[in-house]
T-cell receptor
């Protein structure tokens, strides 16, 4: 079952912060985050495994609340290069299989 | 450099024609995937393969076929049974465990003539 992402779209000014949420009705083993720029392939950002860990990558970090089956991606002091569509992907088990599903995406636009 | 190579970048299909999209990887990953992406939409799984000579259907496998004769190759055939093939097709590869990321090729854009 496809995870739900919110918001669907967000517009920011350079330097502002944003939060993108990903939630599932199923118990999750892992949540993946990817960013895709228009016409290009998705690029991996980070993976979170069950256990509620938080990860960071420069000014982009994420958390995973396995009790709520929810993950949030935090973009701090956004840069123009952060523009793109952000997808979460979820898996209910440690072996991918066809159970891995991408969310519909959140379109992020960062303006100067 | 290690990566996923998809070809061609652009492909045009005539009515009633089968076309094959190539995907090659040199990452030595076991798992490979084909996704379809329509404009403004997310990625939908067409087929998935975890090992050589084995593959499973994804959510939208109808009208598509695949083979996995070699670990590094996972070609996708779009058959004439797929009535609406116009889309962006992405191939990916990963390790089999859920903590490993998927690495994507640059995609093939398929259109109908």
């Amino acid at each position: 079952q496809q995870p739900v992402q919110s918001p669907q779209a967000v517009i920011l000014r350079e330097g502002e912060d944003a939060v993108i949420n990903c939630s599932s009705s199923k118990a999750l083993y892992s949540v993946h985050w990817y960013r895709q720029k228009h016409g290009e392939a998705p690029v991996f950002l980070m993976i979170l495994l069950k256990g509620g860990e938080q990860k960071g990558h420069e000014k982009i970090s994420a958390s995973f609340n396995e009790k709520k089956q929810q993950s949030s991606l935090y973009l701090t002091a956004s840069q123009l290069s952060y523009s793109g569509t952000y997808f979460c992907g979820t898996s209910p088990r440690d072996n991918y299989g066809q159970n891995f599903v991408f969310g519909p995406g959140t379109r992020l636009s960062v303006l100067p | 450099d290690g990566g996923i190579t998809q070809s061609p970048k652009y492909l045009f299909r005539k009515e009633g024609q089968n076309v094959t999209l190539s995907c090659e990887q040199n990452l030595n990953h076991d798992a490979m995937y084909w996704y379809r992406q329509d404009p403004g939409q997310g990625l939908r799984l067409i087929y998935y393969s975890q090992i050589v000579n084995d593959f499973q259907k994804g959510d939208i496998a109808e009208g598509y076929s695949v083979s996995r004769e070699k670990k590094e190759s996972f070609p996708l055939t779009v058959t004439s049974a797929q009535k609406n093939p116009t889309a962006f097709y992405l191939c990916a590869a990963s390790g089999r465990e859920g903590f490993q990321p998927q690495h994507f090729g640059d995609g093939t854009r398929l259109s109908i003539l």
